[in-house]
């Protein structure tokens, strides 16, 4: 367990000492927070005119504000995370300095454990960020706390899983370039099976959606933190750094 601490604290580190990590979470909360006041500022201009036809109670605050909110920055983490994850393992092939963490004593399991945990720190510093934005409505405003924290788990799983499979990819080549695309490709493609579904039909649409990320996700923004969508983040996860420690495995024979 130490070393996994050691691997994850390096790698943490190692993102903050580049530009890379920072550009990228001033853009994510940029952008973010951005849709957040787009999204408060449409919701006050529906009250009006709700309130102006006569009509009692109000707007669900939440699901107007933050879960569109959150429903964008998922997006914005599939396009940032394999930039993010790309250099994991690919960028120290490059680099020249993985083969002498390849022939520790330590095992492939240990060092793919200890990078995904760093990158699980990076993420809740992200995660951390976007949460600023709908803090603000509480003193003014009843937001759905529990939708809020859903959203936010949702978040966090989702992009947990894009970085299982950004880890996976980085460890299947040198070029950390190449391993962006082919994670943002797999990830795309994850996405998207709900559209494919809806023209196929049938039991394939079923099959289709629920294997897409969007569809467990969207249970999230709703509020709804089922055991059907953890587990789904869950196995996608593990496959994502079972990938990863196999190539590690196989490298090593080879070596």
């Not at 429903?71 to 490059?94: D, H, V, Y």
């Not at 040198?174 to 049938?202: C, D, K, Q, R, T």
Request: proline share 5%; with cysteine; hydrophobic share 55%.
């Amino acid at each position: 367990m130490r070393a996994i601490v050691t691997i994850a604290v390096r790698e943490v580190r190692g993102m903050f000492h580049s530009p890379l990590a920072w550009t990228l979470l001033a853009v994510l909360f940029a952008i973010c927070a951005y849709m957040f006041n787009a999204g408060v500022l449409s919701y006050q201009i529906q009250m009006v005119e709700y309130q102006a036809y006569g009509m009692r109670g109000g707007l669900p605050l939440t699901e107007r504000t933050i879960a569109p909110m959150l429903g964008n920055a998922a997006i914005l983490m599939l396009l940032l995370m394999p930039l993010i994850s790309m250099r994991l393992i690919a960028e120290e092939k490059r680099q020249g300095t993985w083969p002498a963490l390849a022939s520790s004593p330590l095992s492939p399991m240990t060092i793919v454990l200890g990078k995904y945990l760093g990158l699980l720190l990076f993420l809740a510093i992200a995660i951390g960020l976007l949460a600023i934005p709908p803090l603000t409505l509480y003193p003014f405003g009843d937001p759905d706390t529990g939708q809020f924290l859903a959203g936010l788990l949702g978040l966090f799983l989702t992009a947990a899983a894009f970085g299982a499979v950004g880890l996976a990819a980085s460890s299947a080549t040198e070029n950390p370039n190449v391993a962006a695309v082919l994670s943002f490709g797999v990830l795309l493609m994850l996405w998207i099976l709900s559209w494919m579904g809806n023209a196929s039909g049938g039991q394939v649409d079923k099959m289709l959606a629920y294997f897409s990320l969007m569809n467990h996700y969207q249970n999230f923004l709703m509020g709804v933190v089922s055991s059907a969508d953890l587990i789904y983040f869950v196995l996608l996860s593990a496959a994502g750094l079972l990938f990863a420690r196999q190539r590690l495995m196989a490298e090593r024979i080879q070596g």
